[in-house]
């Protein structure tokens, strides 16, 4: 093997070393972030937030990273592809720490408030988002699309429960007029379903790479941009 590419194999290693820590600090996050939620723990909470910074210079690490392996050693053809969606995965995974760092913050709102504990919903909710950002990054670093498809195809059931959970909530907010205090930790409570689909829409977003990066097509299965909110 020529020097260049011996090169070529160890910066990649790095670069996956780096996204397969990232994950799994965005992973903590969702964890934290739901037992901050669930025992009102606002130390916890706070050590959430404080995280999402921190995976923030991790993301901006990688992309410099893979910057650099792009311009000083010019890989083709799938080399490229890979390299083009470890940034777009990079991206996401910043993001699921920012919405776990969203759930955290409504912890802290509402502080000794219990409401949430009585959604049981959200936690099975969390359960599955994190399962399926576990395969989807594993479909990844694998080169696996079936179990890409395959993780893809539980939208479905994270879809299910984001509704249930809409709908129980909205029809307690009704009840809840005249309530401000109660209306507002209803509406946050329902910011958390939120933060949880958006994480699951992160997820498909990587299934999406993986896809791409093995067959050289890109498919869209949702309509979530990968550079939104």
Request: with cysteine.
């Amino acid at each position: 093997m020529s020097t260049v590419r011996l090169t070529y194999s160890a910066d990649r290693a790095d670069v996956l070393d780096r996204l397969r820590l990232q994950h799994a600090r965005a992973d903590r996050s969702i964890v934290d972030s739901m037992q901050a939620l669930l025992r009102r723990d606002l130390v916890l909470a706070r050590r959430v937030s404080d995280a999402d910074e921190d995976a923030k210079q991790v993301r901006y690490g990688i992309e410099e990273a893979v910057t650099s392996i792009i311009a000083l050693q010019q890989p083709v053809a799938g080399d490229l592809r890979e390299l083009m969606s470890i940034v777009a995965i990079t991206l996401n995974l910043e993001r699921i720490a920012g919405h776990a760092e969203g759930i955290a913050r409504i912890a802290v709102f509402l502080e000794d408030n219990p409401i949430a504990a009585t959604e049981p919903d959200l936690w099975r909710m969390a359960d599955v988002v994190r399962e399926m950002l576990q395969s989807a990054t594993r479909s990844f670093l694998e080169r696996d699309q079936h179990l890409a498809r395959a993780t893809i195809d539980r939208d479905d059931e994270v879809d299910e429960l984001y509704s249930d959970i809409h709908d129980r909530l909205i029809d307690r907010l009704a009840r809840a007029e005249g309530n401000p205090d109660e209306s507002d930790a209803i509406t946050h409570v329902i910011w958390c379903s939120h933060n949880l689909e958006r994480i699951g829409d992160r997820a498909l977003n990587i299934c999406e790479r993986t896809i791409f990066q093995v067959t050289g097509r890109f498919e869209r299965h949702h309509a979530l941009d990968n550079g939104s909110d």
